[in-house]
């Protein structure tokens, strides 16, 4: 809620410790919003930056917390492969290119589109389609609105929050104890409409594509092994199986 600029993101620079401390209130807000739907077995995900924002005495007691990168395949959807039955997300953006968004961006600032069977797909939905892959459907976010509206676009009735709008290079948005508190309904209601969630799944075969803003980082890509190259900053890959996919992208977008 309110973040607006990097450096309020990047570990020892700028206001990055007061907007840690605001994640982790949003991160807990969700916590309890799905322990009062009767969750029992909660984990949170650091997933932005360094991956080191949340401290573990930040993150509610119930939760357990995965922090830095472990360097699989599943990349910010780490924990999913643990018997998950639902995948709520918090703080998030829209993909690289989306107007009137907020720091918007794809993983990295290395690409410019990130495309599955010819759709540009957002970091919300592609972490959704590693849920699903297990099975798992999202059932919640919380950022701003241009994700709000790209996830109710992708993710038909998912439970959204937006807490922020982009406006040029600034944002107007809502109080944290506000955000916190529909953050914290919005997850109880998702948890106890769980039924009503499928997991995010396109249809076989996949095509994934990674548009390069600059040529030389498509020409480091080509070499995985089945990679196609589409055109000077674009490589792509096919398969069957998602998680062939996975590594494809783990192994050649950074």
């Not at 797909?121 to 709000?148: Q, S």
Request: glycine share 10%; proline share 4%.
């Amino acid at each position: 809620c309110g973040v607006v600029d990097w450096d309020e993101t990047t570990l020892h620079e700028g206001d990055h410790e007061y907007f840690r401390k605001m994640m982790a209130q949003e991160v807990n807000a969700a916590v309890e919003g799905a322990l009062a739907a009767g969750a029992k077995d909660i984990i949170v995900r650091d997933a932005h930056g360094s991956a080191r924002n949340l401290l573990p005495d930040m993150v509610h007691p119930e939760a357990q917390l995965i922090r830095a990168w472990t360097r699989s395949p599943f990349s910010m959807m780490d924990g999913i492969d643990r018997g998950i039955d639902a995948v709520v997300f918090v703080g998030y953006h829209a993909r690289a290119g989306t107007p009137h968004a907020t720091l918007k961006h794809t993983m990295n600032g290395k690409i410019y589109h990130l495309k599955v069977n010819g759709q540009p797909v957002a970091e919300a939905e592609w972490n959704a389609l590693i849920a699903g892959y297990f099975g798992v459907p999202v059932v919640f976010i919380a950022g701003d609105k241009a994700v709000c509206d790209y996830a109710k676009e992708r993710f038909a009735d998912i439970e959204t929050v937006a807490v922020k709008e982009g406006l040029g290079k600034g944002v107007i948005g809502i109080h944290p104890s506000k955000a916190q508190a529909l953050i914290r309904a919005g997850v109880e209601k998702a948890i106890n409409r769980l039924g009503d969630f499928k997991p995010h799944i396109l249809t076989a075969p996949y095509f994934v594509e990674i548009e390069f803003r600059r040529e030389e980082d498509a020409y480091a890509g080509q070499w995985y092994p089945g990679a196609e190259v589409v055109n000077e900053t674009t490589i792509g890959f096919r398969n069957e199986d998602f998680y062939e996919c996975l590594r494809f992208f783990y192994f050649t977008h950074d």
